[in-house]
């Protein structure tokens, strides 16, 4: 379901967008929308990263390793 919301912006930067939205074919209101999803992924893609470190603390190599056994296979 679509939600509708209200922004303030200048009028000339509004125009200029949707200037250029025409010329990509698309609408303000759609990039919108993907800067919406991108802008929330990016939040949830450092807490996944932050979540992975945290439960991957528990791993205590003991020791150093060598280049040729970090390189072996």
Do not use: G
């Not at 209101?29 to 992924?41: A, D, P, T, V």
């Amino acid at each position: 379901m679509l939600k509708n919301i209200t922004l303030s912006a200048d009028e000339i930067l509004i125009r200029k967008a949707r200037e250029k939205a025409h010329r990509e074919h698309t609408t303000l209101n759609e990039n919108f929308r993907k800067w919406l999803k991108f802008y929330i992924r990016s939040d949830m893609t450092e807490t996944n990263y932050e979540d992975l470190m945290q439960s991957l603390s528990y791993v205590n190599p003991a020791r150093k390793f060598s280049r040729n056994e970090l390189n072996e296979r």
